[in-house]
């Protein structure tokens, strides 16, 4: 149950203000058919952080030890400094995409969600906790409590919390699973 609930924490706060965030905002607003979009970012965010801890979990079992905890230590704690850099909304990948809206929403959170720090941090749950399917659920479960809110109100979310306290937040999270992997790391 820790990596469900830590994955769903971590992701669901590093989640506000992040570009796909943004992208959610952008769909609804030009599409206007929340459905349709919520059940995109869900099938896009299943797949991809499906992927991302798939590839965090099978690294972790071939690579192991000590060095290897902190560097996934050190790895959290580089997302703690990428959590307090402010993204920008991504609207040409919506506008690239051909199709439903569905479709549309799939294609361009699968393809917005690459490299993003949410998926660097599945794949980083998913070595520190060897958990691939509670991992995976835990993620998309705080991707979808970001993410839904955000197609359902908009822009209107933005103006009541501050991104800025988010993200000082996030990183606070994940510099403190970054420095408890190494402390734990260094103490065996």
Same mark, same amino acid.
């Given at each position: 149950?820790?990596?469900?609930?830590?994955?769903?924490?971590?992701?669901?706060?590093?989640?506000?203000?992040?570009?796909? #965030?943004? /992208?959610?905002?952008?769909? =609804? =607003?030009?599409? &206007? &058919?929340?459905?349709?979009?919520? /059940?995109?970012?869900?099938?896009?965010?299943?797949?991809?952080?499906?992927?991302?801890?798939?590839?965090?979990?099978?690294? !972790? #079992?071939?690579?192991?030890? &000590?060095?290897? #905890?902190?560097?996934?230590?050190? !790895?959290?704690?580089?997302?703690?400094?990428?959590?307090?850099?402010?993204?920008?909304?991504?609207?040409? !990948? !919506?506008?690239?995409?051909?199709?439903?809206?569905?479709?549309?929403? /799939? %294609?361009?959170?699968?393809?917005?969600?690459?490299?993003?720090?949410?998926?660097?941090?599945?794949?980083?749950? =998913?070595?520190?906790?060897? #958990?691939?399917?509670?991992?995976?659920?835990?993620?998309?479960?705080?991707?979808? /409590?970001?993410? %839904?809110?955000?197609?359902?109100?908009?822009?209107?979310?933005?103006?009541?919390?501050?991104?800025?306290?988010?993200?000082?937040?996030?990183?606070?999270?994940?510099?403190?699973?970054?420095?408890?992997?190494?402390?734990?790391?260094?103490?065996?």
């Amino acid at each position: 149950m820790e990596a469900l609930l830590v994955s769903t924490g971590v992701v669901a706060i590093a989640e506000i203000g992040d570009k796909t #965030q943004l /992208l959610a905002m952008v769909l =609804a =607003a030009r599409f &206007r &058919r929340p459905v349709p979009i919520i /059940l995109g970012i869900f099938v896009a965010t299943l797949l991809n952080h499906a992927v991302a801890a798939g590839v965090g979990y099978y690294i !972790a #079992q071939w690579l192991s030890g &000590r060095l290897f #905890q902190v560097v996934v230590g050190l !790895a959290f704690m580089g997302m703690a400094g990428w959590a307090l850099i402010p993204d920008k909304e991504d609207e040409d !990948a !919506a506008a690239k995409s051909h199709g439903g809206v569905f479709l549309t929403t /799939l %294609v361009a959170f699968f393809l917005v969600e690459i490299g993003d720090k949410t998926q660097i941090a599945t794949s980083l749950l =998913a070595a520190r906790f060897h #958990q691939l399917v509670w991992v995976t659920a835990g993620t998309t479960l705080g991707m979808m /409590l970001a993410n %839904v809110p955000a197609v359902l109100l908009g822009e209107a979310a933005t103006k009541v919390i501050s991104l800025k306290l988010v993200r000082i937040i996030a990183a606070s999270i994940f510099g403190l699973i970054g420095l408890s992997v190494v402390v734990a790391a260094l103490l065996r």
